[in-house]
């Protein structure tokens, strides 16, 4: 079976960036199962697994447009220390939510001084190709369920 619209696909994959760091990876875990077709992966990658069957193994480089986005850099902020009152210690790295007109937004401390707090919005990969190493391992038909709810139902984690 390929890999298709209403398929499932478990495969796993080594993430890596320009620079060769290894930036995440299912190997010596479960392989990452997804249903094709429901935005469930980056687009970029959901295009490339597409025709692929179990035990295809393959490279793809994803652009950043195809990947986590662009990176805006009005979502980096300059915020006044006072503003993260009764939180003992800022250092770069730590995540927040913060909540705005726009709604909850994820942001992640970039640049701590004494007086202010750098914090980026954008997605931590943003603006980075995304190099995947990947391996099939099961392609299956996906449920009516499945494709009603838009995503993959496991064993035993059919709790909604
Ligand atoms: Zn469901």
Redo the contacts with the bound molecule.
């Keep these: 079976m390929q890999i298709a619209a209403r398929t499932v696909a478990s495969f796993h994959y080594t993430l890596t960036n320009d620079a060769g760091e290894v930036l995440d990876s299912s190997r010596g875990r479960e392989p990452l199962t997804y249903l094709h077709g429901a935005g469930n992966i980056v687009p970029g990658l959901e295009k490339a697994m597409a025709g692929r069957g179990a035990g295809d193994a393959f490279q793809v480089r994803v652009v950043p447009e195809e990947g986590y986005g662009a990176h805006h850099p009005q979502l980096v902020q300059d915020v006044p220390r006072a503003a993260f009152a009764g939180v003992d210690t800022i250092e770069p790295g730590m995540q927040f939510t913060a909540r705005s007109p726009e709604g909850v937004q994820h942001v992640t401390v970039t640049r701590v001084t004494a007086d202010t707090v750098t914090v980026d919005g954008n997605h931590p990969l943003a603006g980075e190709h995304l190099n995947f190493a990947i391996e099939v391992t099961e392609v299956r038909a996906a449920s009516d369920?499945?494709v009603?709810?838009?995503?993959?139902?496991g064993p035993g984690d059919?709790h909604?």
């Design positions: 369920e499945e009603a709810h838009g995503h993959v139902h059919h909604h």
